[in-house]
């Protein structure tokens, strides 16, 4: 059996809510088990402990900051007086979001790599409860009463509800795909969550993702609110104190075009926004971060200053903030204001034809992720996910007022260096993407690209870059030897820029260091394939499908036709490289096109020939129990 596989990111780094909004960087560095390599595995050196601080939050008297630290698995304890780190408290694998309770006692920790979350007593400095939730918790957010726990899973595509008292999750609500974070209406009532990803083919020109809007009382989805364009890679969310808007950042990627220039946002723009929550049929606006002259790349974390007159937006990839006047936007999007020929969502000017609605600040920092308002004095709190260190900004001017260390090395090593390049859209033609912006967390934002690489007018489904050097050659046709060349090439080509010496084997190195995540679905307790997948597993031998995908990559990196080229792509049928079906879990939509949206239809609808995999006399339950094992890879 040969699946041609697209792939759909999972790791992110976000919160603010940060990198996972103040954050989200789910997999990278984030405990995860080792790389599976072809040969014999050389001992590795001992790299240095980054803090890589994603989100923030302030104790509701303002006297505390805690700071998730993503990749020292601890949560920072910030006296804002003293303006230094007091505690650092040991939470799970890869922490992200948090919450502070509201009587200052508790704080949340959502532990991406182990599916839990942390309950920490601040006084006493230690975790006091861990409670199981959903699949890679991201964002967190507390009910008003405080008595509801709410949790992004990024994996499971759900949202956990938890009971604070008790301290176990009571139940679960479908979203959208790959929720990151979300914020609650100032009653209650609702619950919105920002979804990154699309469950739809990437043959769908019109694909995108949404905001969930959940009734907390019902513990339902009521609304999927869309942008007037694409909307992917979601990020912060919050609701503004009247209740009256939910905010959220996004990008806008333009995939149904050639990227052939950056120009003016040929090819991403980011974007912020507006959600009326009443009434019920209110119409999203979007408004573009950017301006004519260059791009604001990978905007994340997102909050609403003390007063309520400004939000902030932090931009990982070019290191900024942005501060727009809340009055002045909602003032332009009244209906009638705007032209119908140029709405706000492709209008690289619409923010800035006054010169006054909003302006950019440097974030303080290298990578900016989580942002929070204190509640005493209303200074603006940035965690810097590449300094190690948390920026406080003033709210009005949001000049530098002092940057707290966190503790981290002092130098970046090679590995280090590279993330952070592959994070970085200042070195980016006009500054529009990073390689995040269409390799999220080093996997794929789900859509099809029509690169240059091999002819126009023939686009493929992002691919993965995780194990891309032990998988040669790299894209679908293989145009690229290994994964070095595609690096170099990514460089030239998507950010129109040649790169320094040394910076494509810096890059290189870093996504050599990027770790296969283990499933977590249809395992036993002690990780041992269910019975259902044990089955499946049999019935992936007994298909064929081993000749091809052979453990423990699952591929034998050959090229082979397998009958699904379409007349679009070539004049005649051509061999594909043969994917590794490892994280297969987490990468849909899948074949080359990404016409598949679960592998459900890989084995059944697309695969009515048996091109790839002798799969169409298997009964229901076979097919079934295949599906379950390849979701175990």
Not at 25 to 49: D, E, H, N, T
Not at 166 to 190: C, N, Q
Not at 521 to 543: N, S
Not at 592 to 600: E, F, Q, S, V
Request: charged residues 20%; hydrophobic residues 40%; glycine residues 10%.
């Amino acid at each position: 059996m040969r699946l041609i596989s697209g792939t759909r990111g999972a790791s992110v780094l976000a919160c603010g809510l940060g990198a996972a909004v103040g954050c989200l960087v789910v997999g990278i560095g984030a405990g995860g088990s080792p790389p599976v390599r072809a040969g014999p595995k050389p001992a590795a050196a001992k790299q240095p402990v980054y803090k890589s601080p994603t989100c923030v939050a302030l104790s509701p008297d303002g006297k505390f900051a805690y700071v998730t630290n993503h990749t020292a698995d601890t949560l920072a304890v910030i006296d804002t007086a003293a303006r230094k780190v007091i505690a650092g408290i040991p939470v799970g694998r890869g922490p992200t979001g948090l919450a502070a309770g509201p009587d200052g006692r508790l704080v949340y920790v959502a532990n991406t790599g182990d599916h839990t979350v942390s309950v920490i007593d601040v006084k006493a400095r230690k975790a006091v409860a861990t409670i199981p939730c959903g699949y890679e918790p991201t964002g967190l957010v507390l009910s008003p009463d405080g008595k509801h726990l709410y949790t992004a899973n990024y994996i499971s595509d759900d949202v956990s509800v938890i009971g604070t008292a008790a301290r176990k999750e009571t139940g679960r609500i479908k979203v959208g795909h790959a929720p990151t974070y979300l914020a609650v209406t100032p009653d209650g009532k609702h619950l919105l969550v920002n979804n990154s990803l699309s469950h739809e083919p990437a043959t769908n020109p019109k694909l995108t993702a949404h905001i969930s809007v959940i009734d907390t009382a019902a513990g339902k989805v009521i609304a999927e609110k869309r942008s007037p364009g694409t909307m992917l890679l979601g990020m912060g969310i919050t609701v503004t104190a009247d209740g009256k808007f939910a905010l959220a950042v996004h990008s806008r990627p333009n995939f149904n075009i050639t990227p052939s220039q950056l120009n003016q946002g040929w090819v991403h723009t980011n974007a912020l926004s507006i959600i009326p929550l009443a009434p019920a049929d209110a119409k999203v606006a979007t408004v573009l971060l950017d301006n004519v002259g260059g791009g604001v790349a990978n905007p994340h974390g997102v909050a609403v200053s003390k007063d309520g007159r400004l939000l902030y937006v932090s931009h990982r990839g070019t290191h900024q903030i942005s501060i727009v006047d809340l009055p002045k936007l909602l003032y332009l999007l009244q209906p009638g204001r705007t032209p119908p020929a140029t709405p706000p969502h492709v209008n690289l000017g619409f923010l800035w034809q006054t010169g006054d609605v909003v302006r950019r600040v440097s974030s303080g920092g290298l990578g900016p992720n989580g942002i929070a308002v204190s509640p005493a004095d209303g200074a603006l709190y940035v965690t810097n996910y590449f300094s190690d260190q948390v920026a406080v900004l003033d709210p009005a001017t949001g000049k530098v007022r002092t940057r707290i260390s966190l503790g981290g090395p002092k130098e970046m090593t090679q590995v280090r260096r590279g993330e952070f390049l592959f994070h970085d859209a200042d070195h980016c033609f006009q500054k529009w993407v990073s390689c995040t912006s269409c390799h999220p967390g080093v996997r794929a934002d789900g859509v099809n690209w029509d690169l240059l690489n091999d002819g126009m007018t023939n686009p493929k489904n992002a691919k993965s870059l995780v194990g891309s050097d032990r998988t040669p050659p790299s894209m679908a046709l293989g145009v690229r030897a290994k994964m070095e060349v595609a690096v170099e090439k990514g460089f030239k080509f998507i950010q129109f820029i040649t790169p320094k010496p040394g910076e494509v084997e810096t890059v290189s190195a870093f996504l050599r260091s990027v770790p296969f995540i283990p499933s977590p679905f249809h395992r036993t307790e002690d990780g041992r394939l269910d019975e259902q997948a044990t089955r499946g597993q049999a019935v992936f031998k007994k298909a064929g499908c081993a000749g091809c995908h052979p453990a423990p990559l699952y591929t034998d990196l050959g090229m082979y036709d397998v009958g699904t080229f379409v007349a679009r792509d070539y004049p005649e049928s051509k061999p594909f490289d043969t994917p590794t079906l490892r994280e297969m879990y987490r990468t849909a939509p899948y074949l080359h096109d990404g016409r598949a949206a679960t592998l459900k239809e890989v084995v059944t609808t697309f695969n009515a020939s048996d091109g790839h995999g002798k799969t169409s006399n298997l009964s229901k339950n076979d097919i079934d129990d295949l599906v379950a094992f390849l979701m175990t890879l």
